[in-house]
């Protein structure tokens, strides 16, 4: 995968994403978190209201859901955040509480006349043999394409949907692999920065964080998929192609440590920040 040095508009709203500087404490005032950065954003809302309610400091980092698992189950920390159900073989050797529901979405430039996208044309756009939008619409552009770096879930969700696989995947995908001129990204912010500054980009993101920062302002469009506008409901009663459990993971032996935030997150506080941030509470409103 080719790495590419990209100049990022939009900085004003980095803030919003930013991590807190790592440690590997877990002692009892501490709580230290790491993973999924689709979550993250919740985390931090939350993180403030947490520590003045409770006196206990919680520290966030991102680094994706694969670092989230690892980050328990190393001792790093208490709690790990991962965008995905768990698998089996992770429940056996760790607990795990969902704090909200997403989706993975596909989002065009604004610029882009296109409005939907279906499971085939996503695998031709990706393995790089749609090379210009003009297949697709009225519109003379070059395809951009954006997608996740390994141990990202959101890559996860993508592969096993299109059966394209990232190039550094070790098993070959049933549609081959992501076309080796996609720019790779880390976060969602990367990624819908990346897509707003590029008429012709398209990536898949979190559904949560694309409307977030649409709203705020980025000029991104989310596509229909396969015949699905973004409606909650859709989600909610899984219709919607792909969407995804967003977790916080811990061991037993920690449970006492954790406790008292995994409540926050299911309390009025955490699943209205969970709401706020364009993702679905598991929770009403109380």
């Excluded at 680094?63 to 328990?72: C, K, L």
């Excluded at 720019?183 to 977030?212: F, K, Q, R």
């Excluded at 596509?223 to 909650?232: F, K, P, T, V, W």
Aim: proline share 4%; with cysteine.
């Amino acid at each position: 995968m080719q790495f590419k040095v990209m100049i990022m508009g939009f900085f004003a709203l980095g803030f919003l994403f930013c991590s807190a500087a790592p440690s590997d404490s877990a002692e009892q005032n501490v709580l230290n978190i790491a993973g999924a950065t689709t979550i993250q954003p919740v985390l931090e809302v939350l993180a403030d209201d947490y520590q003045h309610k409770s006196g206990q400091t919680v520290q966030i980092q991102g680094g994706g859901s694969s670092r989230g698992i690892e980050h328990v189950l190393q001792g790093h920390g208490p709690l790990g955040a991962v965008s995905r159900a768990l698998t089996p073989e992770e429940k056996k050797e760790l607990e795990y509480v969902t704090i909200g529901k997403d989706a993975l979405v596909f989002i065009v430039n604004k610029r882009n006349p296109v409005e939907s996208i279906d499971r085939d044309t996503a695998v031709r756009l990706f393995r790089g043999e749609t090379k210009n939008w003009n297949e697709l619409t009225n519109w003379e552009r070059s395809v951009v394409l954006v997608t996740k770096e390994m141990g990202r879930s959101t890559l996860d969700l993508f592969e096993k949907y299109t059966g394209i696989h990232h190039p550094d995947n070790p098993e070959d995908g049933e549609n081959g692999r992501v076309d080796e001129s996609a720019y790779e990204i880390a976060s969602n912010l990367d990624g819908v920065t990346l897509v707003a500054g590029m008429p012709g980009g398209v990536g898949y993101m979190s559904l949560g964080a694309s409307e977030y920062l649409r709203d705020k302002g980025m000029p991104v469009k989310i596509l229909e998929l396969e015949g699905y506008s973004m409606d909650r409901d859709s989600i909610v009663a899984g219709d919607y192609p792909i969407s995804r459990e967003l977790n916080l993971v811990y061991k037993e032996e920690n449970k006492d440590l954790v406790q008292g935030f995994l409540d926050f997150c299911l309390g009025r506080t955490g699943q209205e920040a969970v709401r706020d941030l364009g993702y679905i509470p598991v929770k009403e409103s109380q």
